[in-house]
């Protein structure tokens, strides 16, 4: 038997890509499936941004680049966030990855000793605990809880976590799975906990552009912030661009310096011709984007009117991502299913609709009472989204 590494034991996975590994097997034995399990896009990438990246290639631009990406995107970047987040980064505090995922463990590697304690959401993103915990940290979940028009921030809880070998923070604000966001008054009680016990952060900024109604908002653009942030880019989901796998990490030039360390051990440089693309998405016409935004939001809103009228199901309305994470402890009370995983298999049997569950993201904390399941909706249509959902709908009211 080949011995594997010791730390690979404590190396986490992202579990629905399981789900959906299911969903593909049972697709395959000739059911109707409706994919609400993986926030995946079908749709396609803005054409201006695909040909200013044939453009590129066709230019020769397919050679090695700069390990932290090409001068011209990180300065229009910087331009960006400055615009969005009213910072003053330069192209110096701007790195560019292989996707947004990069920047969590290249963050985690420049800041935190093994044993140092790193606060992070649970339900959340799972692969911040797994690399917390593969780089010998102590993941210490925080939670959220049920507010009045959307999950709020447990932020007593969160204070009450913090211990003298507390060092970092990971806010995933316009939240994956919840579609949370922080309040202003939330975010400035953040940024006073992170001065006071003097933390630095990662913010998860994967779903900043993915907007439907208000502005968002970010911990960095607080006073004494930026210098404490390191904010998560990702052109995936503005840019309909899961699968080109392009990214930043933004944040002090001291972590920048580390991070272009860290991508010259890890793959050299990010892709360089579709960094052209890049540009073009940042700088050209937007109406791609902006059909992109009203598209999804056309999805939340179809979903989220047939999950309420749902008896023992109750969604809440994000104004930001595109996930909803509805409470169904009622339908599975009315089922007589008390796992998860039994309510999610039952469903992808009876109705094809296939979903992920809290437990996809994160393990259960001690006194959670109230089941949920996440639903994506940035892979599938208006009417499958009706079709499934009216099965899903029948089902549960049988
Ligand atoms: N952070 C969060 C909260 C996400 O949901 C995702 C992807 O789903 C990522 C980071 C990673 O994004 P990317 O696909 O750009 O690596």
């Known amino acids: 038997m080949i011995k594997i590494a010791d730390r690979i034991s404590r190396l986490g996975t992202e579990t629905a890509f399981a789900v959906s590994a299911e969903a593909a097997a049972f697709a395959a034995q000739g059911h109707k499936v409706y994919p609400f399990h993986l926030g995946d896009m079908n749709l396609p990438t803005p054409a201006n941004v695909v040909e200013a990246s044939f453009k590129a290639i066709k230019e020769g631009k397919t050679g090695y680049c700069p390990n932290v990406g090409i001068p011209q995107l990180r300065a229009v970047l910087a331009e960006d966030i400055n615009a969005s987040h009213g910072t003053r980064y330069a192209m110096e505090n701007v790195a560019i990855q292989p996707g947004g995922k990069p920047t969590i463990t290249k963050f985690i590697m420049a800041l935190m000793n093994p044993g140092d304690e790193v606060l992070y959401p649970n339900p959340g993103y799972p692969i911040y605990e797994s690399q917390i915990e593969f780089h010998g940290g102590k993941a210490v979940p925080y939670r959220y809880v049920e507010g009045t028009d959307n999950f709020a921030f447990d932020m007593a809880g969160l204070e009450k976590s913090i211990t003298p070998r507390t060092r970092l923070l990971v806010l995933n604000d316009l939240q994956n799975p919840m579609g949370a966001e922080c309040s202003p008054a939330e975010l400035e009680k953040v940024a006073e906990l992170v001065l006071r016990h003097d933390l630095y952060v990662l913010c998860d900024e994967a779903y900043f552009d993915i907007r439907y109604e208000g502005k968002s908002r970010s911990l960095a653009s607080l006073p004494g912030m930026a210098e404490r942030c390191v904010i998560l880019y990702t052109f995936s989901k503005k840019f309909a661009m899961t699968g080109w796998r392009l990214g930043a990490t933004i944040g002090p030039k001291e972590i920048i310096?580390?991070?272009?360390?860290?991508?010259?051990?890890?793959?050299?440089?990010?892709?360089?011709?579709?960094?052209?693309?890049?540009?073009?998405?940042?700088?050209?016409?937007?109406?791609?984007?902006?059909?992109?935004?009203?598209?999804?939001?056309?999805?939340?809103?179809?979903?989220?009117?047939?999950?309420?009228?749902?008896?023992?199901?109750?969604?809440?309305?994000?104004?930001?991502?595109?996930?909803?994470?509805?409470?169904?402890?009622?339908?599975?009370?009315?089922?007589?299913?008390?796992?998860?995983?039994?309510?999610?298999?039952?469903?992808?049997?009876?109705?094809?609709?296939?979903?992920?569950?809290?437990?996809?993201?994160?393990?259960?904390?001690?006194?959670?009472?109230?089941?949920?399941?996440?639903?994506?909706?940035?892979?599938?249509?208006v009417g499958e989204i009706k079709e499934g959902l009216a099965k899903f709908k029948a089902w549960a009211e049988s």
């Open 257 to 381: 310096d580390v991070v272009a360390k860290l991508n010259v051990n890890d793959e050299s440089c990010p892709n360089h011709f579709i960094q052209y693309g890049a540009i073009e998405g940042l700088t050209g016409d937007q109406s791609e984007v902006k059909q992109i935004l009203a598209t999804l939001k056309e999805r939340r809103d179809t979903a989220v009117d047939i999950l309420n009228s749902i008896e023992g199901v109750r969604c809440f309305r994000p104004n930001a991502t595109f996930y909803l994470f509805p409470n169904v402890t009622g339908l599975m009370q009315k089922k007589g299913l008390t796992h998860y995983d039994e309510f999610r298999k039952a469903m992808l049997t009876e109705t094809g609709v296939s979903a992920c569950t809290r437990l996809h993201f994160g393990r259960a904390l001690p006194g959670e009472k109230d089941f949920y399941i996440r639903l994506a909706y940035s892979g599938i249509n």
